[in-house]
């Protein structure tokens, strides 16, 4: 299975400040990456898919940047309601997997 | 507005069945691949099983093959897992998701309903 790893474990920012997520494939998978959020006690949400492509309804600052094994989310000025966590998945091969997840916190 | 609404969790003993449901609306459901992702409590995100609009395609990940079944039902709008021979490891929330897009199955994971918890325990 393709494994997935995600750094920081913890990002500690401000409201405003800017977020920067990696998430790097243990081999290629080209442009098959999704970011989701998930806030605590809620099912995640799928904001980028195929490395790039926002989600419908996902606001202009959040961005997604990589291929091949090395991929990046942005968040360009955290909003209080960004504080969450943060996984990729691939989708290159079954089985689909995710990462460990980076939380972003205050 | 798309709608999706797990039911089936509770305690079971390990080595016992249960059989989860999903009911979706808002969307054409026999368009879209739809999948099972579990989340043990405290802990990320495991991809469990999918199918295709169709069920010509079925998928399980490792740790469930042999013992988990997907299907589903497009007259009714329902998706379903049957879980045999349960483990303590397979306590988690589960989660039913609507594939991205129309007619692919290898896709990302649109939207989620909020799960059903299912506990394996003696």
């Known amino acids: 299975e393709i494994v997935l790893t995600q750094s920081p474990a913890t990002l500690s920012l401000s409201p405003g400040e800017r977020a920067t997520l990696s998430c790097r494939a243990r081999?290629?998978?080209?442009?098959?990456l999704a970011w989701y959020q998930q806030k605590p006690g809620q099912a995640p949400r799928l904001l980028i898919f195929?490395?790039?492509n926002r989600a419908t309804g996902i606001p202009a600052r959040f961005s997604g940047s990589g291929s091949g094994t090395d991929f990046t989310l942005t968040i360009s000025s955290l909003e209080p309601e960004d504080f969450a966590l943060y996984y990729c998945?691939?989708?290159?091969?079954?089985?689909?997997?995710f990462g460990p997840g980076t939380k972003v916190d205050i | 507005e798309v709608q999706i609404l797990e039911s089936g969790g509770g305690l079971v003993q390990p080595g016992r069945s249960l059989r989860l449901s999903c009911t979706a609306s808002g969307f054409t459901f026999d368009d879209y691949a739809m999948h099972w992702v579990r989340q043990a409590p405290g802990k990320g995100l495991e991809w469990v099983s999918g199918?295709?609009?169709?069920?010509?395609?079925?998928v399980y990940a490792d740790s469930v093959r042999g013992r988990f079944t997907i299907s589903r039902d497009n007259a009714k709008n329902s998706l379903y897992l049957e879980m045999k021979s349960l483990r303590v490891e397979d306590t988690a929330l589960y989660y039913c998701?609507?594939?991205?897009?129309?007619?692919?199955?290898?896709?990302?994971?649109?939207?989620w309903g909020q799960g059903t918890l299912v506990t394996v325990s003696s």
């Open positions: 998945q691939q989708r290159r091969k079954w089985p689909f997997t």
């Open positions: 998701i609507k594939g991205l897009r129309s007619r692919a199955i290898l896709d990302y994971f649109d939207f």
């Open positions: 195929d490395a790039s």
């Open positions: 199918i295709s609009w169709n069920s010509g395609s079925v």
């Open positions: 081999q290629s998978v080209s442009t098959y």
